[in-house]
């Protein structure tokens, strides 16, 4: 049997919006398990190239320096606060929307340049700063320069990846899902790509340089969607556009909570340094196998229930129904995934990252934290659907204050496991699963 694929109607598919939260849900969550697959095969290139070595320990440390920039800007701040704030214009004045979108991208885009700059200067310092849980080991200076290095590398991509970023909230306020979801896919077949064939020549640098061609991948693929929209993009920077100013005001309680988490992350791995470079890897191999479900389902109906959720503000009823069917539908989704992946944690790290530069050893100390992590993987998905309801209210507030305290229990249970109690890096593990268990309660309770 031949399959007949017709070049038009897969385009004309490509280019459908979806217009309800579960056939959004759906195509956000496809790609999403599709993306978490390559990230998964990513890292099992990258173990597979460097195994559990020094220097991929200082990559996945001197990632955290750009991708925290960028999670302040985009993941955290600018995306969930602009969807609401634009389709909130959009139904009522389009030209007005769209100087709006436009105000918002010039000064996210300066925004971000300015820290790059900052980046360059300091990339040195910063990584001092990461290592700081390694400072005495014989290797110490040249992981600095290293990461040093690094960091300015990633940072040029992550130009793109903003750029894109901002492509996929513009293009999701009009409900086109499909082809942004696929932006993340191209940018981690982008870094797959250059440690395949970069690696034996540059090293742990072929990994910066996929970070590259990934980011300029995830930007290109929206091109074509946005010019079908017919969003009229223009040069300027206007400051005394209100809804840019409505954007703003609502931008730094929610860039202080994705700033405090990240920060967190940030701080635990260089708690975790105290153990060991090992540990995190150990750490992040674990931690990307449990955000498999996370991303699968939470993640996708958040982002999908957030445009519908931000519309149906002023009939509290339908808003309460929204919500309520979504988190029902998640916990019915990632219950049962969450158990499987803690009871076959084993095989399931084995199987993920069993290259032969992978010992046993390290096999099943990853699936010991992977244990941890996985007691809280329903919280997590949770906690994605829940902010995001109170940002479609405009409540970016109550969300950061419960964060931040949060994050602080964690910070100080995980070092106070690892320096006055001896665990291994699974206490950040634990620290983590338990803080956000305490998170999602307290979420629920006040939404």
Same mark, same amino acid.
């Given at each position: 049997?031949?399959?007949?694929?017709?070049?038009?109607?897969?385009?004309?598919?490509?280019?459908?919006?979806?217009?309800?939260?579960?056939?959004?849900?759906?195509?956000?969550?496809?790609?999403?398990?599709?993306?978490?697959?390559?990230?998964?095969?990513?890292?099992?290139?990258?173990?597979?190239?460097?195994?559990?070595?020094?220097?991929?320990?200082?990559?996945?440390?001197?990632?955290?320096?750009?991708?925290?920039?960028?999670?302040?800007? $985009?993941?955290?701040?600018?995306?969930?606060?602009?969807?609401?704030?634009?389709?909130?214009?959009?139904?009522?004045?389009?030209?007005?929307?769209?100087?709006?979108?436009?105000?918002?991208?010039?000064?996210?885009?300066?925004?971000?340049?300015?820290?790059?700059? *900052?980046?360059?200067?300091?990339?040195?310092?910063?990584?001092?700063?990461?290592?700081?849980?390694?400072?005495?080991?014989?290797?110490?200076?040249?992981?600095?320069?290293?990461?040093?290095?690094?960091?300015?590398?990633?940072?040029?991509?992550?130009?793109?990846?903003?750029?894109?970023?901002?492509?996929?909230?513009?293009?999701?306020?009009?409900?086109?899902?499909? *082809?942004?979801?696929?932006?993340?896919?191209?940018?981690?077949?982008?870094?797959?790509?250059?440690?395949?064939?970069?690696?034996?020549? %540059?090293?742990?640098?072929?990994?910066?340089?996929?970070?590259?061609?990934?980011?300029?991948?995830?930007?290109?693929?929206?091109?074509?969607?946005?010019?079908?929209?017919?969003?009229?993009?223009?040069?300027?920077?206007?400051?005394?556009?209100?809804?840019?100013?409505?954007?703003?005001?609502?931008?730094?309680?929610?860039?202080?909570?994705?700033?405090?988490?990240?920060?967190?992350?940030?701080?635990? %791995?260089?708690?975790? *340094?105290?153990?060991?470079?090992?540990?995190?890897?150990?750490?992040?191999?674990?931690?990307?196998?449990?955000?498999?479900?996370?991303?699968?389902?939470?993640?996708?109906?958040?982002?999908?229930?957030?445009?519908?959720?931000?519309?149906?503000?002023?009939?509290?009823?339908?808003?309460?129904?929204?919500?309520?069917?979504? *988190?029902?539908?998640?916990?019915?989704?990632?219950?049962?995934?969450?158990?499987?992946?803690?009871?076959?944690?084993?095989?399931?790290?084995?199987?993920?990252?069993?290259?032969?530069?992978?010992?046993?050893?390290?096999?099943?100390?990853?699936?010991?934290?992977?244990?941890?992590?996985?007691?809280?993987?329903?919280?997590?998905? /949770?906690?994605?659907?829940?902010?995001?309801?109170?940002?479609?209210?405009?409540?970016?507030?109550?969300?950061?204050? $419960?964060?931040?305290?949060?994050?602080? $229990?964690?910070?100080?249970?995980?070092?106070?496991?690892?320096?006055?109690?001896?665990?291994?890096?699974? /206490?950040?593990?634990?620290?983590?699963?338990?803080?956000?268990?305490?998170?999602?309660?307290?979420?629920?309770?006040?939404?």
């Amino acid at each position: 049997m031949i399959l007949n694929i017709q070049p038009k109607k897969f385009t004309s598919f490509l280019l459908t919006t979806q217009n309800t939260i579960l056939s959004a849900a759906f195509i956000i969550t496809i790609s999403t398990g599709v993306n978490a697959v390559l990230g998964l095969i990513k890292s099992r290139v990258l173990t597979a190239h460097f195994g559990v070595s020094e220097d991929l320990a200082v990559f996945y440390l001197a990632e955290r320096i750009p991708n925290l920039i960028y999670s302040v800007i $985009i993941v955290g701040a600018v995306s969930t606060v602009f969807i609401p704030v634009f389709t909130g214009l959009l139904g009522k004045d389009k030209k007005r929307a769209y100087e709006t979108a436009s105000a918002t991208m010039n000064a996210t885009l300066l925004f971000f340049l300015f820290f790059c700059i *900052l980046m360059f200067i300091f990339s040195d310092q910063l990584m001092a700063l990461l290592l700081t849980g390694a400072k005495g080991t014989d290797s110490y200076s040249q992981k600095v320069l290293l990461g040093g290095r690094l960091i300015k590398l990633m940072a040029t991509g992550q130009i793109f990846l903003v750029a894109g970023s901002l492509l996929t909230s513009l293009l999701q306020s009009f409900k086109y899902f499909l *082809l942004p979801a696929l932006a993340p896919i191209a940018f981690n077949i982008g870094i797959i790509i250059c440690v395949i064939f970069l690696s034996p020549a %540059n090293g742990i640098y072929a990994a910066a340089y996929g970070v590259i061609l990934g980011s300029i991948f995830h930007f290109l693929i929206q091109i074509p969607l946005v010019k079908r929209t017919n969003f009229k993009y223009r040069l300027s920077l206007d400051l005394r556009d209100k809804g840019l100013m409505e954007t703003i005001k609502l931008i730094p309680p929610r860039l202080f909570s994705v700033l405090t988490t990240n920060i967190s992350g940030i701080v635990t %791995n260089g708690i975790a *340094l105290m153990v060991s470079f090992q540990s995190v890897v150990y750490l992040k191999l674990a931690l990307q196998l449990q955000s498999l479900p996370v991303n699968l389902f939470g993640l996708s109906m958040a982002s999908a229930a957030l445009p519908t959720l931000s519309g149906e503000t002023e009939n509290m009823e339908k808003f309460k129904k929204t919500f309520l069917t979504s *988190l029902h539908q998640t916990m019915y989704l990632v219950l049962p995934v969450s158990a499987i992946l803690f009871v076959l944690r084993l095989p399931a790290v084995r199987l993920t990252y069993g290259v032969s530069n992978f010992p046993w050893e390290a096999t099943v100390y990853t699936s010991y934290i992977l244990a941890f992590y996985s007691i809280s993987v329903f919280a997590q998905s /949770a906690n994605y659907l829940i902010t995001r309801a109170f940002y479609a209210l405009k409540d970016t507030v109550t969300p950061i204050k $419960i964060g931040f305290l949060t994050t602080l $229990i964690n910070v100080v249970v995980s070092y106070l496991l690892i320096a006055k109690f001896n665990f291994g890096a699974e /206490a950040v593990a634990i620290a983590f699963s338990a803080t956000t268990l305490i998170d999602s309660i307290a979420l629920i309770v006040f939404l």
